[in-house]
């Protein structure tokens, strides 16, 4: 079993709830179960980043691999960025918020969502693959 399956999983579990927000904004908003969903969410996301940065970094930057570090180090700098906006965010879209501006919130929300694709796709495919060939 690749190191990383338990990371991949994660992933699918976190690109779900996003579809099933994605999918609710395509239809009459409702704000608590959209916020439900967002809730839901952030307990990925941030469940995920603590294994990322308990387990599979450390790992990573314990390798002799001057270029495995580098790539590693260059992820961890990015989902800082990453995490503090979807962090933001999350705290922002609360029920009144999405209720009194639910432009604002499917917006917002496509945004984020599209970087969390984009970050997840170059994770599958760059980072956890060397992941898988360090341990």
């Known amino acids: 079993m690749p190191y990383t399956d338990n990371f991949r999983t994660q992933h699918d579990d976190i690109l779900r709830v996003a579809g099933e927000i994605t999918d609710k904004l395509k239809k ?3 704000a ?3 916020r439900k969903l967002l809730s839901t969410l952030a307990g990925k996301v941030n469940f995920h980043l603590a294994m990322e940065d308990k387990a599979l970094y450390p790992r990573l930057m314990e390798t002799k691999d001057a270029g495995t570090k580098t790539l590693a180090t260059r992820f961890m700098t990015e989902m800082g960025s ?3 906006v ?3 965010y999350n705290s922002k879209w ?3 918020a999405i209720r009194s501006d639910p432009a604002g919130f499917s917006k917002e ?3 984020v969502f599209s970087a969390l694709a984009k970050r997840i796709a170059r994770e599958n495919a760059e ?3 060397l992941a898988d060939r360090s341990s």
């Open 94 to 96: 609360q029920i009144s």
């Open 82 to 84: 990453l995490g503090g």
């Open 109 to 111: 929300t496509q945004a």
């Open 32 to 34: 608590a179960v959209l």
């Open 28 to 30: 009459e908003p409702d």
């Open 127 to 129: 980072l956890y693959p």
């Open 86 to 88: 979807f962090a933001a």
